[in-house]
């Protein structure tokens, strides 16, 4: 065939991104400190059709010591399409790494499992966007926050609007800052907002799994869990945790009594407290 053959460009580009997808690749072309290598790979890994999911930490000595909040925004946008799972730890990059994560979400295609860690924004509106985004993607099937503010009391309303959205959403685990030293953070636990969360969770079609950590809320919030329990016909766990909350112990006393009024639930649910010291 001619050497402009497409077919040409098809291979050359399959055989480029999964060069440049490497981990070692994109620190490598981090570290060089020249703006064109780095923008030259991310963009040859966006074309990558692979599957594979793909993970980041951020830890200082993890390889990415060198990477600014501009270029982890251009990182995250510039992943590849089809990717299934994206996991992010100990991001120091604040709202430019969680928006370019939500700007990924909105395209990507083939998403299905998102797992975000020991990281911090600041900002309930940039929490507010990423949930905006997972509610129009029907791929999503796991959603995992563990220690971060991205979900928190001033943008609990949002995050519930979006959950009565993600059709495909199996399981959902949320771990607030309520168990952190220092704590409690009240814009990184849902606290009086667990009610209108725990409704928009009532209005889920798909999820099966349920749980929430450290989110300093009351026996108010357990009560409409209870609420969206017997509206929900889909969920078969839940698991609730607090740790440091002044309304620990009337909380786990709610749940006891969740656990004796959903007994006899269709489908049945169970129901798990973790009483963390």
């Known amino acids: 065939p001619p050497d402009d053959d497409p077919k040409y460009t098809i291979v050359n580009d399959a055989v480029a991104s999964t060069f440049s997808r490497s981990y070692a690749t994109l620190q490598a072309a981090c570290r060089s400190g020249i703006k064109g290598n780095w923008s030259a790979t991310i963009q040859s890994m966006s074309k990558n059709m692979k599957t594979d999911g793909m993970e980041f930490d951020f830890e200082a000595g993890k390889g990415w010591d060198e990477l600014s909040s501009e270029m ?30 939500t700007e990924y979400v909105r395209t990507s295609k083939n998403l299905k499992s998102l797992y975000i860690s020991y990281t911090t924004v600041g900002d309930k509106d940039v929490g507010a966007r990423l949930a905006k985004a997972l509610s129009q993607v029907g791929t999503i099937e796991k959603l995992e926050l563990h220690d971060t503010d991205l979900v928190g009391s ?27 030293e220092g704590g409690p953070f009240p814009d990184a636990m849902l606290l009086d907002g667990g009610i209108q969360f725990f409704e928009g969770v009532a209005k889920s079609a798909s999820l099966e799994r349920l749980s929430m950590f450290y989110h300093g809320y009351g026996k108010e919030a357990i009560v409409a869990l209870g609420n969206a329990l017997t509206n929900n016909h889909t969920i078969t766990e839940v698991w609730i945790g607090e740790k440091g909350s002044t309304k620990k112990d009337e909380v786990k006393a709610a749940v006891e009594k969740l656990k004796e009024d959903m007994k006899d639930r269709i489908p049945k649910v169970d129901i798990y407290y973790m009483d963390s010291k």
């Open 72 to 101: 982890a925004n251009d990182l995250l946008i510039n992943l590849p399409r089809n990717i299934e799972s994206l996991r992010i730890d100990n991001s120091p990059h604040g709202s430019l790494l969680i928006d370019g994560v």
């Open 154 to 180: 001033r943008n609990a309303v949002e995050w519930g609007e979006a959950l009565t959205e993600m059709k495909s959403l199996k399981k959902l685990i949320i771990q607030g800052k309520g168990k952190f």
